[in-house]
């Protein structure tokens, strides 16, 4: 039997190196799915719970891998449903593509069921690169582009393959007129500035005596040469939420987490420094940067369509973080001053102690910043920590300290509900010999979670290291969006859109055959994490945590702090238990060494 468009197709992937392929079934890629039984399901589908979950398992791989993270979905409402996944690795830079089915090219604009026009609902998520194949020679061009443009770009993109076409004979393009060939593999090269741009930048920062570092993510293979830098100029370091794994947060001057997340060393940081050095990172939030007459700046990052848009930069430096910081090295003068960085280590070591503190403030039953500051100790050094979106990505912001080789990961700029679990899936087949920590809070185990347990239950045993473990907030309020309600809109918690229904997330866990751990007691605590990380199993721990502790930021404004307190007065539910943790957090925060 002569190899068909989808033999080729799975064949092609192989070639690319694809190992994994996060998808779900149906009748849109019918023809695919027996190839991949043809193929001895190689490379490997990875079946997950809903289509969704399939497209944040490719982005969870691609962003601790590095590699280009590939999902599947059928035609119509299965390509429907991967949109949401996309558009998270689309606003955090992240290599996917999806392949995905479409109706017979001889139903297509017929309203024939499951018939919805692919390229124009993909037109923005893969604005980079989307096409429909229509004819076998098409196959190896567009796959081969839709890769490369995804690893170009740092993007989605989108093939769509029509049932039909899956099921023709496979045909190369031949060497003939508006034929396209194509080939594997590429060498990038290392981009970096020319000489001129680099003195230019290092005057401004060997100008500068209180010196600011914000490295995100796009600086994460220039780890020794950020240090270097930093120690030159007696720099802090603040790291945007997508760059927390960067440096490692055991180093006296790096400050930790910037913007609504963040810690008061990286605001205080940005509020008095003279110069910015920003490296990797597009952080949008300017209000947390310094004021735009305050500072000389000087931008590195990799991609020119984003750089010198968030600051008044006086120079920006297009190319490889690592690359262009080790051309600025010689021609930085190492800043004899030590004041500035000494004030910084202060404040840095100050905080430390103030996150001890606050996660010692009794609450009812367990303060939720406990159950991060205990694994924060116990983290093994090539630990992968995922958090989802919500009041979980407050506490691992500000309470986890990163070091060694540990990585970490969240739904950065797109901030959906409901990756925690499935990056930590995609990491798991990326990393199968690495412990995975995935943080989520009972609104996103609601939302999607709880399905994809079902997902680990069904591949956990193929991996070295078993241990995945997901640590459940369980407090029965959507917990990040009541207070905001109260900090931002002065209104009191809306019990109907914020109550959740108690889920026993520890039973259910039980029932699928992992290691279930449920928590109500703070003495627990580090029992708990100790047991989970040397179980032989995935493991759920389900603490019930206290909602009325504030995730509210050291920088809150006073506007804001105005609000929650007009929403307690007008008759929030939780209002008085909320008022008594936050005045005893608060004081935490301010005098740490005292005791309530």
């Known amino acids: 039997m002569a190899p068909t468009v989808a033999d080729y197709l799975l064949e092609r992937l192989r070639a690319w190196d694809v190992r994994h392929v996060f998808a779900y079934a149906g009748d849109g890629i019918n023809g695919i799915l027996a190839a991949w039984g043809r193929a001895e399901n190689k490379p490997q589908f990875i079946q997950a719970r809903h289509e969704e979950m399939a497209a944040f398992e490719a982005v969870g791989y691609a962003k601790f891998t590095g590699q280009v993270g590939v999902c599947m979905a059928t035609s119509g409402p299965g390509a429907i449903h991967l949109l949401n996944g996309l558009y998270d690795a689309k606003l955090d830079h992240v290599p996917v593509v999806a392949i995905v089915g479409q109706t017979n090219r001889s139903a297509m604009g017929g309203s024939y069921q499951q018939e919805v026009d692919l390229l124009s609902l993909y037109k923005d998520v893969a604005s980079d690169y989307v096409q429909m194949v229509t004819v076998p020679e098409q196959l190896p061009n567009v796959l081969d582009r839709a890769i490369r443009v995804a690893r170009a770009e740092r993007a989605p993109t989108a093939i769509i393959i029509p049932a039909d076409v899956q099921e023709l004979e496979y045909s190369a393009p031949a060497h003939a007129f508006k034929m396209v060939p194509s080939s594997i593999g590429t060498d990038w090269p290392v981009a970096a500035p020319h000489d001129e741009a680099i003195l230019r930048a290092a005057e401004v920062l060997n100008a500068g005596t209180k010196v600011a570092i914000l490295a995100g993510q796009g600086a994460r293979g220039a780890r020794r040469e950020l240090e270097e830098i930093a120690e030159l100029l007696g720099a802090g370091v603040a790291k945007p939420l997508l760059g927390k794994d960067v440096l490692s947060d055991e180093l006296p001057y790096v400050t930790g987490s910037i913007g609504l997340l963040g810690t008061r060393p990286s605001y205080e940081l940005m509020m008095n420094c003279d110069t910015l050095l920003t490296v990797g990172s597009s952080f949008p939030y300017t209000q947390f940067l310094p004021e735009f007459d305050q500072a000389r700046g000087v931008q590195i990052d990799i991609d020119g369509k984003f750089i010198g848009m968030r600051y008044p930069n006086e120079v920006n430096l297009v190319g490889d973080a690592a690359a262009t910081l080790r051309a600025l090295i010689p021609h930085l003068k190492r800043q004899e001053d030590r004041s500035w960085r000494e004030g910084i280590e202060a404040g840095v070591a100050r905080w430390w102690?103030?996150?001890?503190?606050?996660?010692?403030?009794?609450?009812?039953?367990?303060?939720?910043?406990?159950?991060?500051?205990?694994?924060?100790?116990?983290?093994?050094?090539?630990?992968?920590?995922?958090?989802?979106?919500?009041?979980?990505?407050?506490?691992?912001?500000?309470?986890?300290?990163?070091?060694?080789?540990m990585r970490g990961s969240l739904s950065g700029t797109l901030a959906t509900m409901g990756p925690g679990v499935p990056y930590g899936i995609g990491a798991k087949f990326g990393h199968p010999e690495r412990p995975v920590i995935v943080f989520a809070g009972d609104g996103a185990m609601q939302m999607n979670g709880l399905a994809e347990l079902i997902t680990i239950k069904h591949y956990w045993e193929q991996w070295s290291d078993p241990r995945l473990i997901v640590a459940v907030l369980h407090n029965n309020d959507l917990n990040q969006v009541t207070w905001e309600m109260r900090a931002m809109e002065g209104a009191p918690k809306f019990v109907e859109s914020q109550q959740l229904p108690d889920v026993d997330y520890a039973g259910f866990a039980r029932s699928l055959g992992l290691n279930a751990i449920a928590v109500d007691d703070p003495a627990q605590l580090g029992a708990a994490w100790d047991q989970a990380l040397t179980a032989d199993r995935p493991t759920v721990l389900d603490v019930r945590t206290d909602p009325s502790i504030p995730p509210i930021p050291p920088h809150a404004t006073f506007e804001q702090a105005k609000a929650a307190a007009t929403a307690l007065l007008k008759g929030d539910p939780d209002g008085w238990s909320v008022l008594k943790e936050g005045i005893l957090t608060k004081a935490r925060e301010i005098l740490p060494g005292q005791h309530d």
Request: hydrophobic share 45%.
């Open 353 to 405: 102690q103030s996150m001890d503190a606050e996660a010692e403030v009794k609450a009812d039953p367990v303060n939720p910043m406990l159950l991060f500051r205990e694994l924060s100790t116990r983290l093994p050094v090539n630990a992968i920590v995922t958090a989802d979106s919500g009041s979980a990505a407050n506490w691992y912001a500000r309470q986890l300290k990163f070091r060694g080789d």
